[in-house]
């Protein structure tokens, strides 16, 4: 059976600290993968989406970037947070070859910036 | 611009019957998905409509009218353990999830 697993589940960072979040998926081979961040009191907004290793599309211009440096592996950075940058991330993987399939998400990582 | 329209927030009683209504304007329609998120967890999926009609699955159903735009998820005998956030996405002509900001239910005894 297919799962997925992120982590950190929370910390605090600083203003202006880095950032690494990671996400690996098992179970599955060539996995859609996604970032999410949750707001609260907001929908769902998706920061990036990847159809394969080294392939990452930005859905929102920020100061977060995404890579994927192994194919069930996706990591989400920053250099320098925001106060901003506060939230629930959410990775989620899909089905590959599935236009409009279901999405399996991640535990979440909730992120508070001071 | 695409809009996902959903109650912010319903109280319900256990063992009554609950509807959450969902309205979506959106470029293109390529289906419909509710998701259920307890607080603090990441959310699970619970169904997909992408023709009109009733879609049943055990307590849960869920519906759909693309001439309207709108969906409804009803979710019949309810247990305390239903008291979590209901979120409704659209699939658009690009195959993006556009996501409305949710409904959270209350169970009562």
């Known amino acids: 059976s297919q799962t997925i697993h992120q982590w950190p589940a929370t910390l605090v960072q600083p203003v202006g600290s880095p950032l690494s979040l990671e996400c690996t998926v098992e179970g599955t081979s060539n996995p859609n993968l996604y970032w999410y961040r949750q707001a609260a009191g907001r929908g769902l907004q998706l920061l990036f989406y990847?159809?394969?290793?080294?392939?990452i599309s930005s859905e929102v211009p920020q100061n977060l970037s995404a890579s994927r440096p192994q194919d069930r592996q996706f990591i989400l950075s920053s250099k320098k947070l925001l106060l901003s940058d506060s939230g629930f991330y959410l990775c989620a993987w899909s089905v590959p070859g599935l236009v409009a399939g279901e999405l399996f998400f991640g535990e979440g990582s909730r992120l508070t910036v001071l | 611009g695409q809009n996902i329209d959903q109650p912010t927030e319903m109280t319900a009683t256990e063992g009554a019957i609950v509807q959450i209504n969902c309205t979506y304007q959106?470029?293109?329609?390529?289906?419909l998905f509710w998701y259920q998120q307890h607080a603090g967890e990441a959310p699970t999926f619970l169904s997909y409509?992408?023709l009109d009609g009733l879609e049943e699955k055990g307590r849960f159903s869920s519906f759909l009218s693309r001439s309207k735009g709108y969906s409804y998820l009803l979710l019949k005998e309810l247990q305390m353990k239903d008291s979590a956030s209901y979120l409704c996405?659209?699939?658009?002509?690009?195959?993006?999830?556009?996501w409305g900001a949710g409904t959270k239910l209350i169970i009562k005894p």
């Open positions: 990847s159809v394969g290793i080294g392939q």
């Open positions: 959106t470029s293109g329609f390529n289906g």
């Open positions: 409509n992408v």
């Open positions: 996405a659209v699939s658009d002509s690009n195959y993006q999830l556009i």
